[in-house]
């Protein structure tokens, strides 16, 4: 397929694996103005950011989820996408297109990402949720749904291609 926007989308891998050299921060402010153009329900645009680039700090971030956090400590930035949840019934799917958004851009900039997801999982002592946002001072209205891990690859993943498709998975019309 000719279209740059599936090429883009093939490209798009879950990077892991970071070699410690910095994401500077005009492309990490490209990557946040991509993320700030993603529709939302009703146009409020609720998802907010946190952007941290300490790594004391994204450690710290990491360990807030009892497992599945594996990236979090060797990337340079570390995303917190959250929405306050007292004015927006559907903060879960705007949290998450914005989030998709970010992780193309991500890509269009050659800047490994992964999806770190945060809601309804477990921390050390509490959710990861309440964790973050009491590491992070959110306020309590407010809920993550997941961390996004940037920085400069350290691994090769090959594009997805055409054969890789689920194409079953399209129903026309009807099931």
């Not at 990557?31 to 146009?43: C, E, N």
């Not at 790594?55 to 996408?81: F, H, N, W, Y």
């Not at 350290?154 to 291609?161: A, L, V």
Request: net charge positive; charged share 30%; proline share 3%.
């Amino acid at each position: 397929m000719k279209n740059d926007l599936f090429k883009l989308a093939a490209r798009r891998r879950s990077i892991r694996r970071y070699t410690g050299d910095k994401v500077s921060d005009e492309v990490v402010n490209d990557i946040l103005k991509i993320a700030l153009l993603a529709p939302s329900s009703w146009g409020k645009h609720p998802v907010e950011f946190v952007v941290v680039r300490n790594k004391e700090m994204i450690k710290q971030i990491s360990r807030c989820k009892r497992m599945g956090a594996g990236p979090l400590p060797t990337a340079d930035v570390a995303i917190v996408v959250m929405v306050d949840k007292s004015d927006c019934e559907l903060w879960i799917e705007d949290a998450a297109v914005a989030s998709t958004y970010i992780l193309l851009a991500a890509e269009q900039f050659g800047i490994g990402a992964c999806w770190i997801h945060i809601r309804d999982r477990a921390g050390q002592k509490t959710t990861a949720d309440e964790e973050i946002r009491q590491l992070l001072g959110v306020p309590n209205n407010f809920s993550v749904l997941n961390v996004v891990a940037l920085g400069q690859k350290n691994e090769k993943k090959s594009p997805r291609t055409e054969s890789d498709l689920h194409l079953e998975n399209i129903h026309i019309e009807k099931y």
